[in-house]
């Protein structure tokens, strides 16, 4: 295997301490899928049996009701993993997930995944470091849903999408591609209106700038001090 076939794989913190001949063991047990954009890659109450590494593009992980109303709860870009949840407890899929772009995934089955946790327990420990920072984020978003007003809940939204897919540059952020208005709403438990309301607000006060679907948070000490 040459080393462009698993060099994809040098930029996933979960496989961040492998040397190149365990990396392209790893390369050789899963394969390449490309999705386009809004292609469902994973199906909420499915079995699953497999984990997914982002090599490129983004997706959305969602929850919907029965009137198909969705929440968003986390989204992914390059070198991310998901797929884990049922792959680690045997239960069904926690949740849909949606490609947001043309994206290419790398997969890997339960079997060989749970074989190259036991014979690289850094994986292992990667894994879990990364599971207790979103368990972080959850509680963040447990507490902004719970206790905070709507201009709070839309700015921890911000602050999420920021280190999710966020560039951080000289204390400011960029968002590329901010998700629809819709979607943030449904990330901040609010409606449509009131998250356009917050960012004209956010953007009047000087916090933000907005330019199409671009969205920069000038300051984001400042803005994290402010809102969490
Ligand atoms: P799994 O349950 O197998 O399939 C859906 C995946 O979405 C899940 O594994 C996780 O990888 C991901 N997921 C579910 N809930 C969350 C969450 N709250 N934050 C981030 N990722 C999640």
Do not use: C, W
Not at 89 to 108: H, N, P, Q, T, Y
């Amino acid at each position: 295997m040459s080393s462009e076939e698993y060099n994809f794989l040098r930029n996933v913190p979960i496989f961040a301490d492998l040397e190149d001949k365990e990396l392209e063991k790893i390369a050789k047990l899963g394969t390449r899928q490309k999705y386009k954009k809004g292609n469902i890659v994973v199906l909420e109450k499915e079995s699953g049996a497999a984990l997914f590494v982002i090599i490129s593009g983004k997706v959305k992980v969602v929850r919907t009701d029965e009137e198909g109303r969705e929440v968003i709860l986390s989204m992914f870009g390059p070198g991310e993993f998901f797929g884990e949840m049922s792959l680690l407890d045997g239960l069904a899929r926690s949740a849909s997930v949606v490609a947001i772009s043309k994206s290419e995934l790398f997969m890997i089955h339960r079997r060989d995944f749970l074989e190259s946790l036991h014979q690289f327990p850094a994986i292992a420990i990667a894994l879990l470091a990364e599971m207790a920072m979103r368990l972080r984020k959850a509680d963040m978003q447990i507490k902004s849903l719970s206790l905070k007003d709507a201009a709070g809940r839309v700015a921890n939204v911000l602050l999420i999408l920021a280190d999710d897919v966020g560039v951080f540059r000289k204390g400011k952020v960029e968002i590329d591609d901010l998700p629809l208005q819709q979607d943030v709403a449904n990330m901040a438990g609010t409606s449509r209106e009131t998250v356009s309301r917050m960012l004209h607000e956010f953007v009047r006060e000087g916090s933000i700038h907005l330019k199409g679907n671009k969205l920069t948070i000038n300051d984001y000490e400042a803005f994290r001090k402010t809102h969490l």
